[in-house]
């Protein structure tokens, strides 16, 4: 459809990239590799943008409101997986 596609993603962690959720999800530091690799069926297409997460949240640290503000966003359709809601919907 022409859409964009944005995918907020872990990244993979360096020693420095811990902090507090590192302190709260010890097992962040520790992942391997492969862990950081999209499931072949949902992977991103060259064009889609990527946005590296080192914290829980797609927007703290990342530049995703900047992306969203460039592409003249008013709308999103969200999607993914979450143990903790971190998906929420809000209607204006």
Same mark, same amino acid.
């Given at each position: ?19 507090? *959720? ?36 797609? *927007? ?33």
């Amino acid at each position: 459809r022409g859409l964009p596609v944005i995918y907020p993603h872990v990244a993979p962690k360096r020693a420095h990239d811990g902090g507090r *959720f590192a302190d709260k999800v010890p097992g962040i530091m520790t992942i391997p590799q492969r862990g950081y690799e999209f499931v072949r069926d949902i992977a991103p297409a060259k064009e889609d943008i990527l946005v590296p997460k080192y914290h829980a949240s797609a *927007f703290l640290g990342t530049p995703l409101a900047t992306h969203l503000v460039q592409l003249g966003v008013d709308s999103l359709v969200v999607t993914g997986c979450t143990t903790s809601g971190c998906i929420r919907a809000t209607v204006v």
